[in-house]
């Protein structure tokens, strides 16, 4: 049964300071290039390709191993022998299997794909020497975009596959064809997301070390998921995991860049182990941006059917991706996510959907935080678009379409159960606390380039098995977690989850206080090693709250129930009933008061561990719990953004004004830590709508090595948040907890993309892809005014 919502009062809601912030400010954190490398540990630096597609001749490194320090060079071929390639193939209709080597060996597929390593003693010799690495390129013809990929007779970026199309997946209701033919109007819209990349603060990096006489491997790394990371290593090197361990120590963020791991960790731990030599790696910031992961290149076409009022009778969406040269992950995604849930807080009873995925000769693409990001701007622009073909205002049309709390429990046309949701609330409330309608009112009259714009979020989080299982992807959406009371009182709590900035220790730690009924300061939560946590799935997909801290909050209160039932045998009763726990003191109800009993939670640990004849009869010795908790296929929780924003006419520049946002993430566990959460998320949105692009040219070569060209948003960019609180309690949770960490993104998106194109039309201008730079910005009005002067 899955426990409710405690009641008032406890550890859960409150804002703590987070405990990791003390460390971390001061500098006293530990990341990986804090850690000093055992004796004799090598360095490794890659050779890089530097064309987007190339046949690799051959690879001569003599001049390589000539380099003082120098002790190897090893190539695909030799790695090939020592780490099995990864095949990406669930058994999914429309999406093809692909086989990825641990480094090429016939042909490069990208700039800056892997395909030698250079070991030395030290990183500078180890740079000198690959730069001396000559290999005998081929260069073919690039596929640098989506056209390119699918036009007829194009150059295969994979040789094995029939074409570079990946994965097809269509989906349609039963009535979509009857819902166009009786609309008074079919509305079309566009909208083309850009390619970005993650961009933390730390880039990626690993040690290997092996311990030759235990037959050891321990990988020092920043990993969101650690166990599953060490099982695909274990994998893919052909070793138990027994004989693996990850520990993961401070991590500069992730975002999705950091859960599997890639190439380049591979081929430091084979090193590792076949030169029993302890071997590091850390990627350089030009590494990352170019060649590490990539994400969001997306086109997407709507077409809707609607009513005379604006009400939408039915919806049809076209998506293409780019995928980049391989597949990380399956491409399928796009279809069971993204589009799966395109339709977000609206009543769209009937919907269809196209999907492709392409690959291309870029770097490849993989999660990143929200990677169904495009979805909330696609519908709300299609709801923008809707306005002005009737002539409307968008917040109307919103509410003519818009959930409501009668509509609940409510089943998308895609199947989907939406049951605590609060869109339209949402939606009022963020549109009252920026004054749209006054706005609005004195909008025309301003004589400035100003826009409004509304975006609201259904955000997918906390994938269960069910959801792995029906997309064909390897794995599992449970968690586990592991609560043990020491003889002193001292609460060690854990589970699978690894942080990069979300507070875990401080939020874990209050999920574990309110379940036990302790006190926020005895619990201590330990997680990112593999051999002192339990085996979980990781930080991913917006669910360490409500998996993670959903799985220690019911461990304590199993926990809770053995702690009262031992107080109860102390206190001379027969049963625990009416006996609670809180803040670590046993309490009992008298009437309509609690008094002391006397009792807190250090004189119960000690008898549970130091004297267990005193014990109830049948009780086991000892307060160690450990349970695991499978979410539902998916819970979703809501937000609403609303901004204001002015346009330069003259340069195109964007100020945005005010951004307010109401979010429903359901049973807080601590407000300050989702308010920076969903500061953080909306940031990274507002940047990448607004000035990030990992950019490539016609022949496929990378354009943005550096934050030169790879810009992202200063403090100076973005508006003061103003964020209010709706919490509508998730159904099929731990104490009604929902993920929050990506709606951020989906919704800063959405609505300063909206807003841009309300301020643009008045002129007749749209922007209908992104990034809304002003040279872009600048661009589409000069358009505007070209042809309002040839009329």
Same mark, same amino acid.
């Given at each position: 049964?899955?426990?409710?919502?405690?009641?008032?009062?406890?550890?859960?809601?409150?804002?703590?300071?987070?405990?990791?912030?003390?460390?971390?400010?001061?500098?006293?954190?530990?990341?990986?290039?804090?850690?000093?490398?055992?004796?004799?540990?090598?360095?490794?630096?890659?050779?890089?390709?530097?064309?987007?597609?190339?046949?690799?001749?051959?690879?001569?490194?003599?001049?390589?191993?000539?380099?003082?320090?120098?002790?190897?060079?090893?190539?695909?071929?030799?790695?090939?022998?020592?780490?099995?390639?990864?095949?990406?193939?669930?058994?999914?209709?429309?999406?093809?299997?692909?086989?990825?080597?641990?480094?090429?060996?016939?042909?490069?597929?990208?700039?800056?794909?892997?395909?030698?390593?250079?070991?030395?003693?030290?990183?500078?010799?180890?740079?000198?020497?690959?730069?001396?690495?000559?290999?005998?390129?081929?260069?073919?013809?690039?596929?640098?975009?989506?056209?390119?990929?699918?036009?007829?007779?194009?150059?295969?970026?994979?040789?094995?596959?029939?074409?570079?199309?990946?994965?097809?997946?269509?989906?349609?209701?039963?009535?979509?064809?009857?819902?166009?033919?009786?609309?008074?109007?079919?509305?079309?819209?566009?909208?083309?997301?850009?390619?970005?990349?993650?961009?933390?603060?730390?880039?990626?990096?690993?040690?290997?070390?092996?311990?030759?006489?235990?037959?050891?491997?321990?990988?020092?790394?920043?990993?969101?998921?650690?166990?599953?990371?060490?099982?695909?290593?274990?994998?893919?090197?052909?070793?138990?995991?027994?004989?693996?361990?990850?520990?993961?120590?401070?991590?500069?963020?992730?975002?999705?860049?950091?859960?599997?791991?890639?190439?380049?960790?591979?081929?430091?731990?084979?090193?590792?182990?076949?030169?029993?030599?302890?071997?590091?790696?850390?990627?350089?910031?030009?590494?990352?941006?170019?060649?590490?992961?990539? #994400?969001?290149?997306?086109?997407? $076409? =709507?077409?809707? /059917?609607?009513? !005379?009022?604006?009400?939408?009778?039915? %919806? *049809?969406? +076209?998506?293409?991706?780019?995928?980049?040269?391989?597949?990380?992950?399956?491409?399928?995604?796009?279809?069971?996510?993204?589009?799966?849930?395109?339709?977000?807080?609206?009543?769209?009873?009937?919907?269809?959907?196209?999907?492709?995925?392409?690959?291309?000769?870029?770097?490849?693409?993989?999660?990143?935080?929200?990677?169904?990001?495009?979805?909330?701007?696609?519908?709300?622009?299609?709801?923008?678009?809707?306005?002005?073909?009737?002539?409307?205002?968008?917040?109307?049309?919103?509410?003519?379409?818009?959930?409501?709390?009668?509509?609940?429990?409510?089943?998308?046309?895609?199947?989907?159960?939406? #049951?605590?949701?609060?869109?339209? $609330? =949402?939606?009022? /409330?963020?549109? !009252?606390?920026?004054?749209?309608?006054? %706005? *609005?009112? +004195?909008?025309?009259?301003?004589?400035?380039?100003?826009?409004?714009?509304?975006?609201?979020?259904?955000?997918?989080?906390?994938?269960?098995?069910?959801?792995?299982?029906?997309?064909?992807?390897?794995?599992?959406?449970?968690?586990?977690?592991?609560?043990?009371?020491?003889?002193?009182?001292?609460?060690?709590?854990?589970?699978?989850?690894?942080?990069?900035?979300?507070?875990?220790?401080?939020?874990?730690?209050?999920?574990?206080?309110?379940?036990?009924?302790?006190?926020?300061?005895?619990?201590?939560?330990?997680?990112?090693?593999?051999?002192?946590?339990?085996?979980?799935?990781?930080?991913?997909?917006?669910?360490?709250?409500?998996?993670?801290?959903?799985?220690?909050?019911?461990?304590?209160?199993?926990?809770?129930?053995? %702690?009262?039932?031992?107080?109860?045998?102390?206190?001379?009763?027969?049963?625990?009933?009416?006996?609670?726990?809180?803040?670590?003191?046993?309490?009992?109800?008298?009437?309509?008061?609690?008094?002391?009993?006397?009792?807190?939670?250090?004189?119960?640990?000690?008898?549970?561990?130091?004297?267990?004849?005193?014990?109830?009869?049948?009780?086991?010795?000892?307060?160690?719990?450990?349970?695991?908790?499978?979410?539902?296929?998916?819970?979703?929780?809501?937000?609403?953004?609303?901004?204001?924003?002015?346009?330069?006419?003259?340069?195109?520049?964007?100020?945005?004004?005010?951004?307010?946002?109401?979010?429903?993430?359901?049973?807080?566990?601590?407000?300050?830590?989702?308010?920076?959460?969903?500061?953080?998320?909306?940031?990274?949105?507002?940047?990448?709508?607004?000035?990030?692009?990992?950019?490539?040219?016609?022949?496929?070569?990378?354009?943005?090595?550096?934050?030169?060209?790879?810009?992202?948003?200063?403090?100076?960019?973005?508006?003061?948040?103003?964020?209010?609180?709706?919490?509508?309690?998730?159904?099929?949770?731990?104490?009604?907890?929902?993920?929050?960490?990506?709606?951020?993104?989906?919704?800063?998106?959405?609505?300063?993309?909206?807003?841009?194109?309300?301020?643009?039309?008045?002129?007749?201008?749209?922007?209908?892809?992104?990034?809304?730079?002003?040279?872009?910005?600048?661009?589409?009005?000069?358009?505007?005014?070209?042809?309002?002067?040839?009329?």
């Amino acid at each position: 049964m899955i426990p409710p919502p405690p009641v008032p009062g406890g550890p859960l809601g409150r804002s703590f300071r987070r405990r990791e912030d003390a460390r971390l400010l001061t500098g006293d954190g530990a990341f990986l290039d804090d850690i000093a490398g055992p004796p004799g540990c090598l360095h490794a630096v890659f050779v890089r390709s530097p064309h987007a597609h190339a046949r690799i001749g051959g690879i001569d490194s003599a001049a390589a191993l000539a380099v003082p320090g120098v002790v190897s060079v090893l190539t695909g071929a030799a790695l090939g022998r020592l780490v099995a390639p990864l095949r990406m193939a669930p058994p999914i209709e429309g999406l093809h299997p692909m086989e990825m080597p641990v480094l090429p060996v016939e042909a490069a597929r990208f700039v800056g794909d892997p395909v030698a390593m250079v070991l030395a003693e030290t990183r500078r010799a180890a740079e000198d020497a690959a730069e001396l690495v000559d290999v005998d390129w081929d260069p073919l013809p690039a596929i640098a975009g989506i056209a390119m990929a699918a036009a007829p007779g194009a150059p295969l970026v994979d040789p094995v596959l029939p074409g570079n199309r990946v994965s097809h997946q269509a989906f349609a209701t039963s009535g979509l064809d009857a819902a166009f033919a009786r609309a008074d109007r079919i509305v079309q819209a566009r909208f083309g997301q850009h390619r970005q990349t993650h961009a933390p603060l730390e880039p990626r990096g690993v040690m290997a070390i092996w311990d030759r006489g235990r037959r050891h491997l321990t990988l020092r790394c920043g990993t969101q998921a650690p166990h599953p990371y060490r099982s695909a290593v274990a994998v893919r090197l052909a070793l138990p995991e027994s004989q693996i361990t990850v520990d993961s120590p401070e991590m500069g963020g992730g975002f999705g860049q950091k859960i599997i791991p890639l190439r380049e960790d591979l081929c430091v731990a084979a090193a590792a182990v076949a030169l029993s030599r302890p071997v590091r790696w850390r990627e350089t910031r030009g590494e990352n941006l170019m060649a590490s992961l990539q #994400a969001r290149e997306e086109t997407v $076409a =709507t077409e809707a /059917a609607v009513a !005379a009022d604006g009400r939408i009778l039915g %919806l *049809r969406c +076209r998506m293409e991706a780019d995928f980049g040269a391989w597949s990380f992950f399956p491409a399928n995604y796009m279809a069971r996510v993204v589009a799966l849930i395109l339709p977000g807080p609206y009543r769209i009873r009937e919907y269809g959907y196209a999907v492709d995925v392409w690959l291309t000769n870029k770097c490849p693409a993989g999660p990143m935080r929200a990677p169904m990001a495009i979805t909330s701007w696609v519908m709300e622009g299609t709801m923008d678009a809707i306005a002005r073909d009737l002539g409307l205002d968008p917040l109307v049309v919103r509410r003519r379409n818009s959930l409501t709390p009668e509509d609940l429990p409510y089943v998308t046309a895609t199947g989907e159960r939406y #049951a605590s949701l609060s869109p339209l $609330a =949402t939606l009022e /409330a963020a549109t !009252a606390a920026l004054g749209y309608e006054e %706005l *609005r009112a +004195r909008q025309p009259a301003e004589g400035r380039l100003l826009g409004l714009g509304i975006c609201t979020v259904v955000e997918s989080t906390t994938y269960g098995s069910a959801f792995y299982r029906a997309a064909g992807i390897a794995g599992s959406g449970h968690e586990v977690a592991s609560l043990r009371v020491e003889p002193s009182g001292a609460i060690i709590a854990s589970c699978g989850l690894m942080g990069s900035g979300q507070g875990y220790e401080t939020t874990l730690a209050q999920a574990a206080a309110a379940g036990i009924g302790a006190a926020f300061g005895d619990v201590l939560v330990r997680i990112g090693h593999t051999d002192i946590a339990p085996y979980g799935m990781g930080s991913r997909g917006s669910r360490g709250a409500a998996a993670g801290g959903g799985a220690l909050y019911m461990a304590g209160l199993k926990l809770r129930a053995k %702690l009262l039932a031992i107080a109860a045998a102390m206190l001379g009763l027969n049963t625990a009933e009416g006996l609670e726990m809180r803040e670590g003191k046993v309490l009992r109800q008298l009437g309509d008061r609690l008094s002391s009993t006397g009792l807190d939670l250090a004189q119960l640990a000690r008898v549970a561990h130091l004297d267990p004849l005193r014990l109830p009869p049948g009780m086991e010795p000892g307060l160690h719990q450990v349970l695991a908790f499978d979410p539902p296929a998916m819970t979703y929780s809501n937000s609403t953004h609303a901004c204001a924003v002015e346009i330069d006419r003259a340069t195109g520049a964007i100020t945005i004004l005010r951004h307010v946002i109401a979010e429903d993430s359901g049973t807080l566990i601590n407000p300050m830590v989702v308010e920076g959460q969903t500061h953080g998320a909306t940031a990274m949105g507002l940047s990448g709508s607004m000035l990030e692009h990992a950019a490539y040219g016609a022949d496929g070569q990378a354009l943005a090595g550096s934050f030169m060209d790879y810009a992202i948003a200063r403090a100076s960019d973005l508006p003061a948040f103003e964020v209010s609180h709706h919490g509508t309690p998730a159904e099929g949770t731990p104490a009604g907890i929902k993920g929050m960490a990506e709606g951020g993104t989906m919704g800063g998106i959405g609505a300063l993309m909206n807003a841009v194109n309300d301020a643009l039309a008045p002129l007749g201008a749209r922007l209908d892809s992104q990034p809304a730079t002003p040279a872009r910005i600048w661009a589409v009005l000069q358009a505007a005014t070209d042809r309002e002067g040839a009329a």
